[in-house]
């Protein structure tokens, strides 16, 4: 009986442990943690434009609404709407026969003086011979010197007139006042036009160069003037969607008293605007550039987490495993974010799916992120 319980105990014990050998065989092993699919950027070394921003409306350098100063019918137009003219090109023809009729008057008249004063002149000499003989009373030759004055100045009268008959036949044609780009066209050929305030016939504006008026906040005023001391300060003009750029020019005011009302300060730059891409009465945004930070980090702007501890951002070790770095930054800008302490240039660093990480975790890297532009 005992050799049979003790052969049954050791059945069981061995059945026991082949099971145990059998589940160790089939039991999975753990997986390894997979790696997450990041993108990085390098932390580099630039320089930075420290600049104010505001918003600004493009004027023309001159804006001259013509206007004519004789009337009369016109008879020719000498231009094409929106065309480019210089000083001096001629725009409208008024008839000018009324004016060419008065002018050969004038001088018909200073013609018919010149020869009653001529004959004057004679008379005065031989009375002025005559007098001392006692031929000739005193009171002849005075009448005779009073009237050579008169007709000198009848001569002079008629002169004024020819030289106001020339203006009014010079101003019949009408020419343009300054070099720039015509708009519509007011009046059509036929049309009677007088000389007053309110008849105009073409405005021009002036695009070369040009004029952009804009307002920053009055805190920014005295940043402005200590840099503008050193040199002129660069103006960029960009595209209402703050990325594209279409010129770069100067400031040239700074308006003498702060807006009360908004608490901004009137600036205006000039921008040469050789390609036409600055339009009198667009709006654009401007960005007055004030200093330069020098040889400073930045990072992409991406990769900057915010923490309940301020700042941080993830960088990648050589074995493909991040660590957190808590970061300081001065200012973010266009895509960069300027890194006064945290990280150095040449590092790499996570600029996308750092939602997922920890410190230490294993990252698999894609393509670098390009690196933003200004």
């Known amino acids: 009986m005992k050799k049979l319980v003790l052969t049954a105990v050791t059945a069981f014990v061995v059945a026991g442990g082949f099971a145990a050998w059998q589940s160790t065989r089939t039991r999975p092993v753990a997986a390894a943690a997979p790696t997450i699919p990041i993108t990085e950027g390098i932390a580099q070394t630039d320089n930075i434009p420290v600049f104010v921003r505001g918003l600004g409306t493009v004027q023309a350098y001159n804006m001259v609404s013509v206007k004519t100063q004789v009337s009369g019918q016109i008879t020719q137009v000498l231009f094409t ?28 008249n200073k013609r018919k003086d010149e020869a009653q004063l001529k004959s004057a002149r004679l008379d005065l000499e031989r009375s002025a011979k005559l007098v001392p003989q006692g031929w000739e009373t005193r009171q002849v030759f005075d009448q005779q010197t009073a009237s050579v004055g008169a007709l000198e100045a009848s001569v002079n009268a008629d002169q004024a007139q020819i030289d106001n008959a020339q203006l009014n036949l010079g101003y019949a044609l009408i020419r343009s006042p300054i070099a720039g780009r015509t708009g519509a066209r007011l009046v059509d050929i036929g049309n009677y036009v007088q000389s007053s305030p309110e008849t105009s016939l073409v405005v021009i504006a002036q695009l070369k160069p040009i004029f952009v008026s804009f307002t920053v906040p009055q805190a920014s005023l005295d940043d402005i003037r200590q840099n503008q001391a050193n040199g002129d300060l660069k103006a960029i003009a960009y595209a209402g969607d703050d990325r594209t750029i279409l010129a770069e020019g100067k400031l040239t005011l700074v308006d003498n008293q702060v807006d009360v009302a908004t608490a901004t300060i009137h600036l205006k730059a000039t921008f040469e605007n050789g390609d036409e891409r600055l339009w009198p009465g667009e709006f654009v945004s401007m960005r007055l550039v004030t200093s330069t930070r020098k040889d400073v980090t930045t990072v992409p702007e991406q990769s900057v987490m915010q923490g309940p501890n301020g700042s941080y951002v ?15 930054i001065a200012a973010t800008q266009d895509g960069l974010a300027v890194v006064s302490k945290g990280v150095v240039a040449g590092d790499h660093v996570v600029v996308d799916g750092q939602y997922r990480l920890i410190n230490g975790a294993k990252v698999r890297v894609g393509p670098q992120q390009a690196t933003a532009s200004r």
Do not use: C, M, W
């Open 81 to 108: 709407e929106g065309q480019e003219v210089k000083a001096g090109d001629p725009l409208f023809q008024i008839d000018p026969r009324p004016y060419q009729a008065a002018l050969e008057q004038s001088q018909a």
């Open 314 to 328: 993830y960088v990648i070790r050589p074995d493909n495993t991040v660590e957190r770095h808590d970061v300081e």
